[in-house]
């Protein structure tokens, strides 16, 4: 089998495909096309894969072709060597992890002198035959006849055939393999807290005496471990119970067949037990350490990008004059304005509290802003003095003048708003302006359109991950990257007024290329069709083919350039409107007359039953936005900080973060609370994001308080749930309870739904918040 199929055949089961379906794709991307456009203008050529399948392909596919090349070049090293057989050669052709070909390769890699090396040379390597031949003899009266000069006692001589079995034992991948399996079944993970660390370290005492299977450990916790043996609080251990210590150095053994009872096999055995303890449980450890780590920044960089999906996709308030509100308590509340497209039209700066607290002034202010600039929307950042700002607007939103509407307040996120305030991308953009005001011009525009806002911020900036810092940073990159690119590609981009941060993620383009389109935009006006884009200075064929799609023009001179019909199948979009009978402008949006027509009568050789389908669909709603429609959450009156809550109140927040342990929801006091795995629905749920997601408006009743820690609990259940204390009275004192240490609202010791996990969950996640 060659490479090619091989890798083809290994991503169709990854992902649920056929490997013709796997090679076309793998084809199309190689050529240079994008996941969005493949998944969205290539279904015929790929069976139909989706992005999201397309994603996990090119991420295998990577990974695949490194395997492949590491067993090319290793069998070209054993080959080299003289050393290949007809059963490592098959041996080598069956791997299908890195790990077993490294397994394999072990005793043929180059290596330093080793000490087994070292007693093959001085002739021991006969003692060890001597030794496994007659097992009834004692390899003390054995190892008598081999000292030498340079064995020069019986001891040396046995340390030295210790170690070629040692030697020979460590590099066999049979052996390896099944070690690794069973360890990945049977060991524990164990947490312990370096002495003298205790203070220090507070944030991981969750994590001072814990024990858990190493297979159980959920993404939040292990990284949580790993950060703590980082920074020297933790040390951590993966190991079986003594029975499991027992069962390895017995699989140890039987590679060496030292099941009697004659002094040879005593001594086999004592040298397998020895040979597990001093290096094969370290190297073990280490990799399922390491396992472990690639497991749980998986985990998070998934969910990091399902929460920036939700957060890109949110729905947008529109395209409506709007305030922005940066709140400050020493440095004051700054303001700005911008005007339905975006253009800043004003700004200051307003000092309602102390030390200045000239609340008159600041009112004065707000009303001057929201009357000249016929303000319809004012957004309201949710960090420090959020609630205090929020209140004195709707004070002075009661002060407005007869016949001035008042306009609508929301407080937005702003994560990362002051990352763009202090960019190169914002300092060109504003270069006479204060960085503190340039992020009320983000808070005001990331409440118009969250998307095209947000892409000019770094994804890992946004802050909507857990243990985002904990990740390899490149992957989380990569991966981020993609999903922004996914989003912006499924809303589209109006080609006239799109940034170019915006720009330079629609599918084909990229940085260069946008600021060329804008370039063009700004000399020589509007773009008036879709083609026009061949004008633009380094955007040839090839990247129009893969943008066009996702570009729009509203008012055009070529009705089908406001739609996702790619001018490639106009052709298709024309052979409907004539079989209507209709004008084009006329029938786009006419589903009654759309929906009457067969989908099988416009197919041709170019474009099969998928393209026109979409091309039926597009024509029924030209444009359209795939984001749901702009609600808000209302917070309650008089709930302004975390010692106005009480258990048992009823309240409506916003889901700001979702994490594999539950989500957490902003309710107007400056911490977020959280809604606990268990705690989101009247039933199991096994993924958070199965209940809810990021920009959600929820309703939530508060479970716990705890005001020292700034930890909130709440539930979103209608069986009215149980707080974490509730559920231990409920369990008496005759249940099973969690390892030492755990306290009221500390981390339990298994990952599902137990409530306990609340407080180990929170603690560290609002740390980084």
């Not at 055949?9 to 199309?28: H, K, M, N, S, Y």
């Not at 066999?172 to 993970?189: C, F, I, K, P």
């Not at 690639?294 to 305030?323: C, H």
């Not at 080609?495 to 260069?512: D, I, K, M, Q, Y």
Request: aromatic share 4%; hydrophobic share 40%; glycine share 8%.
């Amino acid at each position: 089998m060659d490479t090619a199929t091989r890798i083809a055949r290994t991503i169709a089961t990854d992902i649920g495909a056929t490997p013709a379906q796997v090679g076309a794709a793998v084809e199309l991307l190689d050529g240079g096309a994008t996941v969005p456009f493949v998944a969205r203008y290539r279904k015929e050529v790929t069976g139909g894969l989706d992005d999201t399948q397309l994603r996990k392909l090119a991420e295998r596919l990577d990974y695949l072709r490194e395997r492949e090349a590491r067993r090319a070049a290793i069998i070209s090293s054993i080959s080299d060597q003289g050393k290949m057989t007809d059963d490592l050669a098959k041996a080598l052709a069956q791997a299908e992890t890195k790990a077993e070909l490294e397994d394999l390769y072990l005793p043929y890699k180059p290596k330093r002198r080793t000490k087994a090396m070292i007693a093959r040379e001085n002739g021991l390597a006969a003692l060890v035959d001597a030794i496994l031949a007659d097992r009834s003899a004692t390899p003390e009266a054995l190892a008598e006849g081999y000292i030498s000069e340079a064995v020069p006692t019986v001891k040396d001589a046995l340390n030295g055939a210790r170690e070629i079995v040692a030697e020979s034992l460590v590099e066999n991948a049979q052996l390896l393999g099944s070690l690794r399996d069973y360890l990945t079944r049977e060991a524990y993970l164990t947490a312990k807290v370096v002495d003298g660390q205790q203070d220090k370290g507070a944030k991981f005492s969750d994590y001072f005496d814990h024990r858990e299977r190493w297979a159980d450990v959920p993404s939040h916790r292990a990284l949580a471990m790993l950060r703590g043996s980082n920074e020297g609080v933790l040390t951590l251990d993966i190991s079986p119970d003594e029975e499991g210590v027992a069962r390895a150095e017995a699989m140890v053994a039987a590679v060496l067949d030292a099941r009697g009872k004659t002094p040879g096999d005593a001594w086999l055995r004592k040298v397998a037990g020895w040979t597990w303890r001093v290096k094969l449980s370290l190297s073990m450890m280490l990799d399922l350490l390491s396992d472990m780590r690639g497991r749980a920044q998986e985990e998070a960089i998934r969910v990091f990008s399902r929460n920036l999906k939700d957060l890109l996709l949110a729905a947008p308030a529109g395209a409506k004059a709007t305030l922005g509100l940066d709140p400050g308590i020493r440095t004051g509340v700054k303001a700005a304005v911008v005007d339905a497209t975006g253009k800043l039209l004003a700004t200051d700066t307003l000092y309602p509290f102390p030390p200045k607290s000239d609340m008159r002034g600041a009112q004065a202010a707000l009303m001057r802003l929201i009357t000249a600039h016929g303000v319809e929307l004012i957004a309201i950042g949710n960090g420090t003095a959020s609630r205090e700002t929020e209140r004195m607007v709707a004070e002075t939103l009661k002060l407005l003048p007869a016949g001035v509407k008042a306009p609508t307040k929301v407080v937005v996120s702003e994560a990362g708003a002051s990352v763009y305030s202090a960019s190169e991308l914002a300092a060109r953009e504003f270069p006479e302006l204060d960085v503190s005001l340039r992020g009320a011009v983000s808070i005001a525009r990331r409440l118009q359109d969250p998307l095209a806002e947000l892409v000019k911020i770094e994804p890992k900036s946004i802050g909507v991950g857990q243990y985002q810092h904990d990740v390899d940073q490149s992957k989380l990159g990569r991966a981020l990257e993609g999903v922004v690119e996914d989003a912006v590609n499924a809303v589209g981009v109006d080609l006239n007024t799109a940034s170019a941060p915006l720009l330079a993620h629609v599918s084909g383009l990229g940085p260069g290329l946008a600021e060329a389109i804008v370039a063009h935009r700004d000399s020589n006006g509007a773009f008036k069709a879709r083609k026009e884009l061949l004008k633009v200075a380094r955007l040839g064929p090839r990247a129009f083919e893969q943008c066009a799609g996702f570009l729009r023009i509203t008012d055009g001179v070529e009705p089908l350039d406001a739609s996702s019909v790619h001018p490639e199948a106009y052709d298709v979009a024309r052979a409907i409107v004539k079989a209507c009978g209709r004008d084009i402008r006329s029938l786009m949006g006419d589903s009654a007359t759309l929906t009457r027509l067969r989908a099988q009568d416009f197919v041709t050789e170019t474009f099969g039953l998928p393209t026109v389908r979409d091309i039926l669909a597009e024509l029924e709603k030209p444009g359209r936005d795939p984001r749901p429609s702009f609600v808000t959450a209302a917070f309650a009156d008089g709930v302004e900080d975390i010692k106005d809550l009480k258990p048992g109140m009823q309240l409506e927040g916003t889901v700001t973060n979702v994490a594999a342990f539950g989500a957490f929801v902003d309710i107007g006091v400056h911490q977020d609370g959280l809604v606990h795995i268990s705690q989101l629905a009247d039933r199991f749920v096994k993924d958070p994001h199965e209940v809810v997601k990021a920009g959600d408006v929820v309703k939530v009743r508060v479970t716990e308080v705890d005001v020292p820690r700034k930890r909130i609990g709440l539930t979103m259940r209608k069986d009215g749930g149980t707080s974490a204390r509730e559920e231990r009275a409920a369990r008496g004192p005759d249940k099973p309870k969690g390892p030492k240490g755990k306290g009221p609202m500390q981390a339990g010791p298994k990952g599902g739904n137990s409530t306990g996990a609340f407080g180990a969950a929170l603690l560290d996640a609002m740390k980084k918040r």
